[in-house]
Nanobody, 118 residues
Framework: QVQLVESGGGLVQAGGSLRLSCAASRLTFSKYTMGWFRQAPGKEREFVATIRWSSGSTDYADSVKGRFTISRDNAKNTVYLHMNTLKPEDTAVYYC???????????WGQGTQIIVSS
């Protein structure tokens, strides 16, 4: 059974930085487009960033462009989200997800909480 396990969440002051990790197991990681999503209290889950399996190209939500960077290490089966200049509105549960050959988000992690204090 495929597993995605996020880590690195926590409490941080506005303007600070965090790095999230998502370790994948029981899948051919290099064939998966990986993404990060988040869900704030009372809001729907929203897209944050993605990194494609084939080209390594990336896309970001407008709200995080220039502040967040997604990267992957295929040798470690891990995708990262580097977050800088955090804002209180970044407070949410962050989820990683995987899509085999970019065909749809078929696997999700359990989420990791980030709280940004003002």
């Amino acid at each position: 059974q495929v597993q995605l396990v996020e880590s690195g969440g926590g409490l941080v002051q506005a303007g600070g930085s965090l790095r999230l990790s998502c370790a994948a197991s029981r899948l051919t990681f290099s064939k998966y487009t990986m993404g990060w999503f988040r869900q704030a209290p009372g809001k729907e889950r929203e897209f944050v960033a993605t990194i494609r399996w084939s080209s390594g190209s990336t896309d970001y939500a407008d709200s995080v462009k220039g502040r967040f960077t997604i990267s992957r290490d295929n040798a470690k089966n891990t995708v990262y989200l580097h977050m800088n200049t955090l804002k209180p509105e970044d407070t949410a549960v962050y989820y990683c997800a995987g899509a085999l050959y970019s065909t749809g988000w078929s696997h999700w992690g359990q989420g990791t909480q980030i709280i940004v204090s003002s």
